[in-house]
């Protein structure tokens, strides 16, 4: 089964507009993370935002912000005033803990992603 | 702080050939990852480090594959006998172990088996 799914295969938004990218995943562990990455054509994953299982509060980041809904197992992605230089794919990616060798990790599970293209 | 670096950056091998990609973490990290990323899919877990120790492995990492870290510092990542499916994007990302649960990805390695 899908952990992360990304419904969205491409967006579009006018520059200066806000845009929403969809993201719901599924995890019976308690504790958990979910990130948004942003790649460029460059390939290079860049980290835009972070929310913990635990968080009460919605995850902010400059002109990111995460809407993170619990019980509807959703963390959507918004962008506030939308720049040429958003144009990229975005992935949303969960952290669910493993343990290996004693210690607790978590690896990352990303979702097939999202391209965006701001116009102007 | 100079970032994830991995290189080469683009590898272009004939079917059989061996190839290793190699990948400097951010100093401080002891958390070292291998992903593969694939045309058009999200990135994939190959494989873990916690320092030296290579603690958890992908189904994905065949018999093919084999990671190190000697040194717990940069690590490497070769593949035998290269088979046309390995074509993919491979990336390393690196971690604290507290209070770190950003991973920083590198630029990549691109991987093309002709």
């Known amino acids: 089964a899908q952990k992360i799914t990304q419904t969205q295969p491409g967006m579009f938004v006018q520059e200066k507009e806000a845009v929403t990218l969809d993201c719901t995943y599924d995890?019976?562990?308690?504790?958990?993370?979910l990130f948004w990455y942003k790649q460029p054509s460059s390939g290079e994953m860049i980290f835009l935002i972070y929310?913990?299982?635990?968080?009460?509060q919605n995850a902010t980041e400059g002109r990111y912000s995460l809407n993170f809904q619990k019980a509807r197992k959703s963390a959507n992605l918004v962008i506030s005033a939308s720049q040429l230089g958003d144009s990229a794919m975005y992935f949303c990616?969960?952290?669910?803990?493993?343990?290996?060798?004693?210690?607790?990790?978590?690896?990352?599970?990303f979702g097939q992603g999202t391209i965006l293209t701001v116009h102007p | 702080d100079t970032g994830v670096s991995q290189d080469p950056r683009h590898k272009i091998t004939k079917r059989g050939q061996n190839v290793t990609f190699r990948c400097d973490p951010i100093s401080e990290h002891n958390r070292l990852y291998w992903y593969r990323q694939t045309l058009g899919q999200g990135p994939e877990f190959l494989t873990y480090f916690q320092n030296e120790a290579q603690l958890e492995k992908s189904r994905l990492l065949s018999d093919r594959f084999s990671a190190e870290r000697p040194k717990g510092s940069f690590s490497t990542l070769e593949i035998q006998r290269t088979e046309q499916g390995d074509s993919a994007m491979y990336l390393c990302?690196?971690?604290?172990?507290?209070?770190?649960?950003?991973?920083?990805f590198g630029p990549g390695t691109r991987l093309t088996v002709t």
């Open positions: 990302a690196s971690s604290r172990t507290l209070g770190g649960y950003e991973q920083y």
């Open positions: 929310q913990g299982s635990y968080d009460q």
């Open positions: 990616a969960m952290r669910e803990y493993s343990n290996a060798g004693g210690t607790s990790y978590g690896k990352l599970t």
């Open positions: 995890t019976s562990d308690p504790s958990y993370g």
